[in-house]
Nanobody, 116 residues
Framework: QVQLVESGGGLVQAGGSLRLSCAAS????????MGWYRQAPGKQRDLVAI???????KYADSVKGRFTISRDNAKDTVYLQISSLKPEDTAVYYC??????????WGQGTQVTVSS
């Protein structure tokens, strides 16, 4: 079992920035892929960004150039730096981990609200 705890969400004006953190309960060196997803009210949960243990990164087209995902293996933490925020970025942001043994785990989510 893997616990993921997100933090860093909040209310920010359009154009602002936030840094989201996701702390894992185990060494993330044993997690194949970690990522961030988001879910706006009434919409499905969508991929934002993922990073593999080997450092490969993928972003959703809507966030390319504005969001940056990174991982700190020493702290067992994955970050999502979000910049140039838009009202349409408002959502609950969830951390996800796919372990090397195939298990999939989700955090509880952190709310990001962008005011215009």
């Amino acid at each position: 079992q893997v616990q993921l705890v997100e933090s860093g969400g909040g209310l920010v004006q359009a154009g602002g920035s936030l840094r989201l953190s996701c702390a894992a309960s185990i060494s993330i060196s044993s997690i194949a892929t970690m990522g961030w997803y988001r879910q706006a009210p009434g919409k499905q949960r969508d991929l934002v960004a993922i990073i593999t243990s080997g450092g490969r990164i993928k972003y959703a087209d809507s966030v390319k150039g504005r969001f940056t995902i990174s991982r700190d293996n020493a702290k067992d933490t994955v970050y999502l730096q979000i910049s140039s925020l838009k009202p349409e970025d408002t959502a609950v942001y969830y951390c996800h981990a796919e372990a090397t043994w195939g298990g999939n785990y989700w955090g509880q989510g952190t709310q990001v609200t962008v005011s215009s």
